[in-house]
């Protein structure tokens, strides 16, 4: 007989009741986003450092001479005060700067300028769509500071390039609202997408225009408790930050199985080689970073007024636009996130669509006002559009490399080349080819199908002939057909298209075929 002691079966119990509980994770992210802001955050140096040769774009604000007095860059609080109100927050009418004291050799003044206690905007929200499901996902603040310098570390030495120091920075921090890695992701890519309509930054993860860290803990499905977070550093793409969150929430998993759950705040670096996280030191808390009023920045004062005049000059947001685009052209919900993911192609789509909507106007059939018109062309416009570009325009950029504003073809162009297939003058396969010429040479697409004689031949005379020689030549499939196999009619079709070097009309042939086969007299 075995015995065991009360203490011993109890922390065994625990373990095994630990083992088969529900967990769920407890997500909020620390996003630095660079802003796009001339000059630096409280100096004249250019904040374009990207490509400058290293300590050349510095001066002796940024890095922190002693007698120098800072100027907070007017520009950089109106793009902070701009993504505030994308995001649904409330712009303090009086905001106070900061001095968050630490050492590293990226901090030459041995503190960096950020605000605390009273940020620029709170209490905001972002709504995103994960899988056909909406989240609500509220943000806490949003704050505006200084970034550090970069460093370069070698086995031997760590050199420091101050180009970076002092380039304009806004912090969103979220609620702990995230229940999933993938949730955290599509919000990073919705923060990135409103960043780059607002003309904010580029928000480039590789380049770190777009940095985030993410704070992750576990507990039981159903208590409303919080434990202590883990923060997760070097996430420097969206793939990181999944991955990484899912590496938390597997090793949080197996500490609570065991019966040792995380009971301290902690900091740990994600390794992208190894594919896991690695413990780099205790959380810091505020304390630690004695937080004080900096002394050489007047407060940011912002009346009502100002905040309504940024907030009229807005551009149209991405989720409003996906929405215009699925009621006004009545594109379908995947391809208009896919227009809309790139603000230059969303542009470029909407002139086309103009474009298209005067060149409807030169249809054969153009009875009625230019409404009624419109009204019975659109839908097969649009979906022309739509299609020729998310595939074939696609196809073309990605096998050149190149983004919409340096393709050649002119959204009137475009429409003009999508008129032409709309009025069945070129066809499927010679329509490609002419797309490959405009892209390459950025002409007009009725001068190039005239040039490479692409027009598609759709007059019944012209076809005749060839039709009733391939009938003739083919006795045996035409028995077959006529036997009841339908899909042979492909077959004829296919032998007519390269008797007429491509340049058939399909729907034409098809239709003249089943008449002549049937009706041979």
């Not at 520009?75 to 009086?94: H, R, S, T």
């Not at 609202?177 to 930054?201: M, N, T, W």
Request: proline share 5%; with cysteine.
């Amino acid at each position: 007989m075995i015995f065991i002691s009360g203490q011993r079966m109890f922390a065994f119990v625990g373990a095994i009741l630990n083992y088969f509980m529900t967990l769920e994770p407890i997500i909020g992210l620390e996003i630095h986003i660079q802003m796009k802001a001339k000059s630096k955050m409280f100096c004249s140096c250019s904040n374009e450092s990207d490509e400058a040769a290293p300590n050349t774009n510095i001066c002796p604000i940024c890095l922190g001479h002693p007698g120098t007095l800072p100027q907070a860059n007017e520009q950089a609080v109106e793009l902070g005060v701009m993504m505030a109100l994308a995001l649904n927050c409330l712009i303090k009418k009086k905001s106070v700067w900061a001095r968050k004291n630490y050492f590293y050799p990226d901090l030459s003044k041995g503190y960096q300028i950020s605000q605390f206690e009273e940020p620029l905007a709170e209490n905001g929200h972002l709504t995103v769509e994960v899988k056909e499901k909406k989240y609500r996902i509220g943000i806490t603040r949003l704050h505006l500071e200084e970034d550090a310098a970069k460093n370069f570390h070698a086995p031997d030495q760590t050199l420091v390039d101050y180009n970076r120091a002092g380039t304009p920075l806004m912090e969103i921090v979220t609620e702990p609202d995230f229940r999933s890695p993938e949730e955290a992701k599509i919000f990073l890519q919705e923060l990135r997408l409103l960043a780059r309509y607002l003309g904010v930054s580029d928000a480039d993860m590789e380049k770190g225009h777009l940095r985030c860290d993410a704070n992750i803990s576990l507990r039981p499905a159903g208590e409303d408790k919080l434990y202590p977070k883990t923060e997760i550093k070097n996430l420097n793409s969206f793939k990181a930050v999944a991955r990484a969150l899912e590496y938390e929430v597997k090793r949080q998993t197996d500490e609570w199985q065991k019966g040792t759950p995380v009971n301290f705040q902690s900091t740990r670096g994600w390794d992208e080689n190894q594919l896991k996280t690695v413990e780099q030191r205790k959380k810091e808390g505020a304390a630690d970073y004695r937080y004080f009023p900096e002394p050489d920045l007047p407060e940011i004062i912002l009346s009502a007024a100002e905040v309504e005049q940024i907030k009229a000059a807005l551009p149209e947001l991405p989720q409003a636009k996906k929405q215009r685009f699925i009621t006004e052209y009545g594109l379908k919900l995947q391809d208009a996130q896919v227009l809309i993911e790139d603000k230059a192609v969303a542009d470029y789509f909407e002139e086309v669509m103009m474009e298209m909507r005067t060149w409807s106007e030169t249809l054969e059939e153009t009875e009625g006002t230019s409404e009624e018109i419109w009204a019975r062309h659109k839908a097969g416009l649009t979906k022309l559009v739509s299609g020729w570009l998310l595939s074939e325009l696609f196809k073309l950029m990605n096998q050149a490399g190149q983004p919409i504003e340096e393709v050649k073809i002119t959204p009137e162009n475009f429409a003009e080349f999508v008129t032409l297939v709309y009025q069945r003058k070129v066809n499927s396969s010679a329509a490609q080819v002419l797309l490959k010429e405009m892209y390459a040479s950025g002409g007009d697409p009725s001068h190039i199908m005239e040039e490479k004689d692409l027009s598609q031949i759709g007059d019944a005379g012209a076809l005749t002939s060839v039709i009733e020689r391939i009938i003739k030549d083919n006795p045996e499939q035409v028995r077959q057909y006529l036997g009841g196999k339908e899909p042979l009619l492909k077959f004829f079709i296919g032998l007519a298209m390269k008797a007429t070097k491509g340049k058939g009309d399909p729907e034409k042939l098809a239709e003249i075929f089943r008449e002549k086969i049937h009706n041979p007299g």
